[in-house]
């Protein structure tokens, strides 16, 4: 069972992924947790101490979302795809992707929240990019492979003003311009 300050964060990071983090407020928190905003500042007595924890827990998802996909492409069980996959299956369709919704946010955001924010914005590059060149090892750039993960955080977003079928339909042209690049560039 998650704890007291687990759940804050969850559920700031759910509010984060519906609005932002500078719409994010204590009151929404405690509101729906039941509990006082005085519970909140007790774990959290900054907002900014809730955007790193916040940040941290999104570093975590990242680095396992990477593992799982390179276990299974070690076994030869998957392929780079299930990275992404992985990531759409956090996102519910009223949401964004936390990182990009805290990228929206990021002039306004604390240095402390920045500095974290732009080692995961390098973090889930390096880590697609990565799984793309193990898949591909003959692929001499990582353009395609930022393109997709581009491509996808921008789909998510249509998803929010889109019906649910345009974004299955994004993302497949988006998955089938993947593979096709790789295939043309002599991938796997």
């Not at 076994?75 to 299956?89: A, C, L, M, N, V």
């Not at 491509?151 to 003003?161: D, I, M, N, P, T």
Request: net charge negative; hydrophobic share 35%.
């Amino acid at each position: 069972m998650a704890s007291k300050k687990d759940n804050i964060i969850f559920l700031a990071m759910r509010l984060i992924k519906e609005k932002g983090f500078l719409s994010l407020s204590y009151d929404d928190i405690s509101k729906e947790l039941g509990i006082t905003k005085a519970a909140v500042h007790y774990y959290f007595e900054r907002k900014e101490d809730l955007g790193v924890a916040v940040c941290e827990k999104l570093e975590a998802g990242l680095l396992e979302s990477y593992e799982r996909t390179l276990n299974q492409m070690t076994d030869h069980q998957g392929e780079p795809w299930y990275f992404i996959e992985s990531r759409i299956d956090t996102i519910r369709p009223n949401e964004i992707c936390p990182i990009s919704s805290l990228q929206g946010d990021y002039e306004d955001l604390p240095e402390s929240m920045k500095n974290i924010l732009e080692e995961i914005s390098k973090n889930e590059m390096e880590l697609w990019a990565s799984l793309v060149r193990q898949y591909s090892p003959n692929l001499d750039n990582d353009d395609i492979a930022r393109t997709i993960l581009l491509s996808v955080k921008g789909a998510l977003q249509y998803r929010r003003v889109l019906d649910g079928r345009a974004f299955e339909n994004m993302m497949s042209s988006i998955q089938t311009q993947f593979y096709r690049s790789l295939s043309s560039e002599g991938g796997s």
